[in-house]
């Protein structure tokens, strides 16, 4: 039996344990539909939600497994059941050039109007 913090940061969902924690204690993590804490136990066949901006990815415990391992047998532990990643989430931010120098009204006003803010 493992720990849901646990095992997130063991199938390398989350970076940290503590990030790991932070998640489930946030309810952004469920556990069988039902919003745990961080000490609930995972066994095989749970299903865990995990719920960011845009997205939740939902993974099937294939093997509650306790301590952090490469990314190949990381993947082995769980059954990926989510829908593919929206695009959007993964298009590039738009950057402006080192050294152009401060925005222009017209460069402001541009900016303002791709971010969806109305002109004023």
């Known amino acids: 039996m493992t720990r849901i913090d646990v095992w997130l940061w063991s199938v390398r969902a989350f970076k940290t344990r503590s990030m790991a924690t932070t998640a489930v204690k946030g309810g952004h993590i469920r556990?069988?539909?039902?919003?745990?804490?961080?000490?609930?136990?995972?066994?095989?066949?749970?299903?865990?939600?995990?719920?960011?901006?845009?997205?939740?990815?939902?993974?099937?415990?294939?093997?509650?497994?306790?301590?952090?391992?490469?990314?190949?047998?990381?993947?082995k532990a769980y059954r990926d059941l989510s829908l593919p990643r929206p695009e959007y989430l993964s298009a590039p931010v738009a950057r402006r050039d080192r050294g152009a120098g401060r925005p222009t009204k017209k460069d402001r006003r541009d900016i303002e109007a791709l971010r969806g803010r109305e002109n004023r």
Do not use: Y
């Open 31 to 75: 556990l069988n539909d039902d919003p745990v804490k961080p000490a609930k136990t995972v066994k095989p066949g749970d299903r865990v939600t995990i719920h960011t901006p845009g997205w939740d990815r939902v993974l099937e415990v294939v093997d509650p497994i306790s301590r952090r391992v490469g990314a190949p047998l990381a993947v």
